[in-house]
């Protein structure tokens, strides 16, 4: 995601900042959403889904897990994080920790996500999807399985929930659908067949896959766009390329503005990012940090 260079005709006027017609898919590929579901999952496996984010009542002890307090090892680091990131918000002293650590424990409590039992680990460890705990990683090697095999326990993965990015809507899916292979009943809606959608016209689906998006037309025009959507025009079309870098480089554009040397740069790059972090100059833009070539 970031800026690139597009050659266009010189009179191609799409108004700027919207979307190119030609990457978004036709209306007509939309289908009707499922009477019978909300996501494509089944009843049941839909309670599933609903337990999995706190979004209906939710006891531990279903998966004999034991309750978080504001006093357990990762709610309190928790807690205290979120106390030394804003004092002014949560207060001062252990009143204060204690205060949040409660709020998070009875937050934690309220979803499966955090209360796996250990038949639920085996599902995403069999799946390869808890490699914090089951690989090593270097940047020489990648992942590495760990020798002999490691087999996380439901305690570990539970507390590690609370303490790093946890689980993904991957990891919920597996779960939810190891559970119901274990109570033998389907994950899936029945009515839409897991597509949370309904074909307006036999082949509607097919078609949307077959679908491919079309570039602006070509030109002898320069023209900067985005990729942060889809794609999208955000400058005028001009006849050279030192014509777009003059209109990169006017101080009229504010904090838009770049150097002249660095529109050119990245002209002739022809692609950037939205921005760069480095540890010597911080955040940039991606037309900045062109200018600034590998010593950022």
């Known amino acids: 995601m970031g800026r690139e260079i597009r050659r266009v005709p010189l009179d191609f006027d799409w108004p700027l900042n919207k979307v190119w017609e030609g990457f978004l898919g036709p209306d007509r590929f939309d289908e009707t959403p499922c009477p019978d579901c909300e996501n494509g999952y089944s009843p049941r496996a839909q309670n599933l889904y609903d337990l999995w984010y706190g979004k209906i009542p939710f006891d531990p002890a279903s998966t004999g897990s ?5 006093d357990s090892p990762g709610v309190r680091a928790f807690a ?12 001062t002293g252990e009143t204060a920790i204690a205060r949040e650590g409660q709020r998070l424990a009875e937050l934690f409590n309220g979803a499966w996500s955090h209360h796996l039992s250990q038949q639920d680990v085996d599902a995403l460890a069999e799946a390869g999807r808890l490699r914090d705990f089951t690989h090593t990683w270097s940047r020489e090697d990648g992942w590495q399985k760990i020798e002999p095999a490691v087999s996380p326990t439901a305690e570990q993965v539970n507390e590690w929930s609370l303490s790093s990015m946890g689980h993904d809507g991957i990891n919920a899916h597996v779960v939810i659908k190891a559970r119901c292979e274990r109570e033998g009943i389907d994950d899936i809606c029945p009515t839409c067949k897991g597509n949370a959608s309904l074909e307006k016209y036999e082949g509607q689906r097919a078609e949307a896959e077959a679908w491919e998006p079309t570039d602006p037309p070509k030109g002898d025009g320069w023209q900067l766009w985005e990729t942060v959507s889809e794609g999208s025009p955000i400058s005028p079309v001009f006849p050279t390329a030192d014509g777009l870098a003059g209109w990169m480089s006017d101080p009229e554009r504010g904090d838009r503005w770049v150097p002249g040397d660095v529109a050119r740069k990245f002209i002739d790059d022809g692609w950037v990012p939205t921005g760069v972090v480095s540890p010597r100059r911080g955040y940039q833009s991606g037309v900045e940090a062109v200018g600034w070539g590998a010593d950022v």
């Open 80 to 91: 205290e994080r979120n106390q030394a990131n804003a004092p002014e918000f949560y207060g």
């Open 66 to 70: 034991t309750p978080w307090r504001h």
